[in-house]
C-alpha cells in the first residue's frame, strides 16, 4: 500500500514576541521528519501578528504553540479564524475517516478550554513560572503520551491564567478525558488547575511546556534582566528552586523525549497503519 505523504502545520501563537517555545518545536518537528523514512513537510503558520491560520484540509497534523496574553477573545481578525480552526478539525474527525490530530499548548489550550466552554479560565493571584511537578489523574495512568513518565513528572510552568473548575459532566459526555492537574499547594487554598485533556483520540493539549529543555530554561533564569522581573513576580525562594530544577536535566529530558515526539509518532502511525 502506498504510503501517506503527510503536512504538519505549526502555528506561532506568540504575537511577534520573541519566544524560545517555537524554536523548540519546530527543532523537535525537524528531528522527527528527519528521522523519519516516510515524506513528511512541515509549515510555519504566525497566527496572531499576520492572521494566517492553516487549511485544515490542506494537513494532516497541527502543533498550536503557546504565547502571550489574555486567552480571551478581545475582538481581534485572527481569533474567530482560530476557533472556527478548531471547530472545523472537531468536524472532520466526526465526519471524516481522513483524520486529522492537533496538539494543543499553552494558550492554545486555554483558547481551546473556553471555546468548548469545558472549565473556567481566569487569571491566576501571581504568576507561575519553573519546572513543577505535573501529577496524572487516574484516567491519565491511562495516557498513551505519559506512558514513560512518571507520576509526578516535570515540565516548564510559564502562565498568568489558569483553567479551573472542570465541568467533569461535560468532558465525560463528549468523550473527553481530564489526564493531568496541578501540583497540590499545602499552604495555600487553592483549586489544583487543569494541566492536560485528552479532547479526542487525535486532539490532545497541555497547560504546561512540552517542547521545553533544561538549557533553554537556565538561559532564561541566568539572564540578569530576566532574573530580577521574575524575582518580582515569583519571589526568590521560587526562583532557586526553578534553578535547581533546571540544572537537573532529567527533569525536562524525559518529558521533552516523550510528549511531542509520541504526539507525531502516534498521529503517523494512525495516518499510515500498514507501516
Not at 513560572?129 to 505519559?146: A, M, S, V
Amino acid at each position: 500500500m502506498k504510503k501517506q505523504k503527510i503536512k504538519i502545520a505549526l502555528l506561532d501563537m506568540n504575537d511577534n514576541v520573541p519566544n524560545q517555545g517555537m524554536k523548540d518545536i519546530i527543532a523537535l518537528t525537524e528531528s522527527f521528519v528527519k528521522n523519519s523514512n516516510l515524506e513528511i513537510s512541515y509549515a510555519i503558520f504566525d497566527v496572531r501578528h499576520k492572521s494566517k491560520v492553516p487549511k485544515v484540509k490542506n494537513f494532516e497534523i497541527f502543533i498550536s504553540s503557546g504565547g502571550p496574553g489574555t486567552p480571551h477573545k478581545v475582538g481581534e481578525e485572527w481569533e474567530e479564524k482560530y476557533t472556527n480552526f478548531l471547530d472545523e478539525i472537531w468536524e472532520n474527525n466526526l465526519n471524516n475517516s481522513n483524520k486529522k490530530y492537533l496538539l494543543l499548548i499553552c494558550h492554545s489550550f486555554q483558547m481551546a478550554v473556553i471555546h468548548w466552554k469545558l472549565a473556567k479560565v481566569e487569571p491566576r493571584e501571581s504568576f507561575s513560572f519553573g519546572i513543577l511537578p505535573i501529577y496524572k489523574t487516574r484516567l491519565g495512568e491511562d495516557e498513551i503520551l505519559f506512558k514513560n513518565l512518571g507520576n509526578p513528572f516535570y515540565a516548564v510552568d510559564s502562565r498568568s491564567f489558569q483553567c479551573v473548575r472542570p465541568k467533569l459532566k461535560k468532558i465525560k459526555q463528549l468523550g473527553m478525558k481530564l489526564v493531568a492537574i496541578e501540583r497540590i499547594r499545602p499552604n495555600q487554598k487553592l483549586e489544583r488547575a487543569v494541566m492536560a485533556i485528552r479532547f479526542s483520540k487525535e486532539i490532545f493539549g497541555t497547560q504546561f511546556h512540552p517542547e521545553a529543555n533544561s538549557e533553554d530554561v537556565m538561559c532564561k533564569l541566568v539572564d540578569e534582566d530576566y532574573k530580577k522581573i521574575l524575582i518580582e513576580k515569583i519571589g526568590l525562594d521560587n526562583y532557586q528552586v526553578a534553578l535547581e530544577r533546571a540544572d537537573d536535566e532529567d527533569k525536562l529530558i524525559r518529558t521533552q523525549a516523550e510528549i511531542i515526539p509520541g504526539f507525531l509518532k502516534n498521529a503517523v502511525e494512525n495516518l499510515n497503519p500498514n507501516l
